[in-house]
């Protein structure tokens, strides 16, 4: 498998990486703290930490949901955070002109779901020599992500790809976990994201929903698949969370979760 590195991490070599952090930057001083944590977590266990956070949430169900603090004050956010930590951080972009700006300070630019078929926008991302990250759209299959690999691989091979779960009637998501081993057919390494994949979009009427209880059993589900990251949300009071409260998980049990996820994945290498 094709190898990624990110910082002094290599993703795709056998160890299980963690890409943790709130689904939205909250402030500095918050997010700072949710990192913090993460990291402490992921170091006591040896597991290699990104500290992931949006600038923007541009595809909020409601007008009246909070988005983030946008890209400039975000970055300034995120470059600080990544200082303080001494950590690669992960971002989304929603728009090609972010790339070049957000590259300056992310070490892997993030592709939503919803626009991970968007050609000038994955062309742009790959063009900045970072890693790129596609989340795998809700609406495809796990086979139809090779079109959205050979569009990256016109200008990079630095390239993730994260299954999110896939739509299941309204409302409601479901993982194939078969999606996981085809990716990684690709010559990708591949990331879970546990947290997304419990969400409930728009299941709160004006925001999604989300069922956190299902994200460790669907964590270790997919390390016994095979994977080679983890992306999770966590949050120190989901409840309080500005974002996707309800499938964040929160701070004080992710330790039990990369513990069962951990053991799973090195029974398998």
Not at 45 to 71: E, H, Q, T, V
Not at 212 to 228: Q, T
Not at 235 to 244: A, C, Q, R
């Amino acid at each position: 498998m094709n190898t990624v590195k990110v910082g002094d991490i290599e993703i795709g070599g056998g160890k299980l990486v963690l890409l943790a952090g709130p689904c939205v930057l909250e402030g500095f001083e918050r997010s700072l703290k949710i990192g913090r944590r993460a990291k402490e977590i992921a170091d006591k266990l040896g597991i290699p930490y990104i500290f992931k956070a949006s600038f923007d949430k541009a595809n909020r169900s409601s007008i009246k949901s909070y988005r983030g603090p946008g890209m400039v004050e975000g970055l300034k956010i995120l470059a600080e955070i990544k200082r303080e930590l001494n950590v690669p951080i992960v971002t989304d972009i929603h728009e090609s002109y972010q790339a070049e700006p957000v590259a300056e300070v992310a070490d892997i630019l993030q592709i939503p779901a919803f626009l991970c078929r968007q050609t000038d926008l994955l062309i742009a991302a790959a063009k900045t020599g970072k890693a790129v990250n596609v989340k795998k759209a809700q609406f495809l299959s796990a086979r139809d992500m090779i079109n959205v690999v050979e569009k990256l691989r016109s200008q990079t091979e630095k390239i993730l790809l994260t299954e999110r779960g896939t739509s299941f009637g309204y409302n409601n998501l479901v993982v194939d976990m078969r999606s996981l081993p085809i990716m990684r057919g690709f010559n990708c390494p591949v990331i879970f994201d546990g947290t997304h994949s419990v969400q409930l979009p728009g299941g709160a009427g004006s925001s999604s929903g989300g069922q956190r209880e299902f994200v460790a059993p669907l964590v270790r589900a997919a390390c016994a698949v095979g994977i080679d990251g983890l992306f999770l949300e966590v949050h120190d009071k989901p409840e309080e969370g500005l974002s996707d409260g309800a499938n964040m998980i929160a701070l004080d049990n992710l330790e039990e979760i990369l513990m069962g996820a951990l053991k799973i994945h090195e029974a398998l290498i």
